[in-house]
């Protein structure tokens, strides 16, 4: 997994990419322009961190991805309960269901499944 975060326009990018991969840079440029309005130097200045972070791949300007969603999905949210929730993910759920929400009793089931199933024997 990589160490290095990727920003809010990184990952809508990086959406486009799992979407789209392999992609041309100029096709994925032209995507970007109709779904964000982002100009060419923006889409390819994100490309090439994104390249340097080790996120993707631009091989003769063919874009693919290195890191998939659910791997990135993953490192965010490990960095999301280290860093506002002291590592706790307990103090992460309250925050979560605060408010009011409520969930239902499926997606409860499926939360308990879950911890089960990653609980220390």
């Known amino acids: 997994m990589k160490e290095n975060s990727i920003g809010d326009s990184e990952y ?18 032209n995507i970007c322009e109709m779904v964000h309005g982002w100009k060419k130097t923006t889409v390819y200045t994100m490309l090439k961190r ?7 791949k631009n091989e003769k300007s063919v874009i693919t991805f290195l ?4 791997e990135l999905q993953q490192q965010q949210s490990e960095e999301l309960v280290e860093k506002s929730f002291k590592g706790s993910l307990p103090m992460f759920v ?3 269901l605060g408010g009011g929400k409520k969930m239902s009793k499926e997606d409860a089931a499926k939360l308990i499944d879950m911890i089960e199933e990653h609980t220390e024997e």
């Open 94 to 96: 309250n925050a979560f």
């Open 67 to 70: 890191v998939g969603r659910d």
């Open 12 to 29: 809508k990018l990086m959406e486009l990419i799992w979407e789209y991969s392999p992609v041309s840079s100029g096709d994925l440029s």
């Open 50 to 56: 994104l390249a340097d972070k080790g996120f993707i």
